[in-house]
């Protein structure tokens, strides 16, 4: 019979430190991706958004605040890192920072779209699925 723990347990140092993932999209890109809603995205995004429910009591805060705030926590803390992410022009290696991985994710709507189901994933989290990747 199965266990709900093996089913359903997750590496919660994962969630918030991240995994690395292959970008499908750009063969050599990868991206260390943590879990959306982890400890850490969670209390900031509560910070940034409660003085909004106070200022929007009736819940529906614009998207061209929320919209800002929502690209930050992705930035800062779903999308830890990159590897092989290079200028178009120059070619040399692009640091991610805080100010690269939001302008990327402005201006690359699929890409920050991508950020943000990469981080939905549950499976790549599970405690199981690693222990699964340790043995290949």
Do not use: C
Not at 87 to 97: F, S
Not at 119 to 126: D, F, G, T
């Amino acid at each position: 019979m199965p266990s709900l723990y093996k089913a359903t347990a997750t590496n919660t140092e994962a969630e918030e430190e991240g995994h690395w993932v292959d970008y499908d999209r750009v063969p050599g890109v990868r991206l260390l991706i943590a879990r959306d809603g982890n400890k850490k995205h969670q209390a900031w995004v509560d910070k940034k958004m409660l003085p909004l429910f106070r200022r929007y009591r009736d819940g529906n805060i614009p998207l061209k605040v929320r919209d800002p705030i929502a690209l930050e926590g992705r930035a800062r803390f779903l999308l830890l890192d990159w590897e092989g992410v290079d200028d178009e022009e120059t070619g040399m290696p692009i640091e991610a920072t805080l100010e690269t991985k939001m302008r990327y994710m402005k201006e690359l709507r699929d890409f920050s779209d991508d950020v943000e189901f990469l981080s939905r994933q549950a499976e790549s989290y599970k405690i199981n699925n690693e222990e699964d990747d340790s043995k290949n």
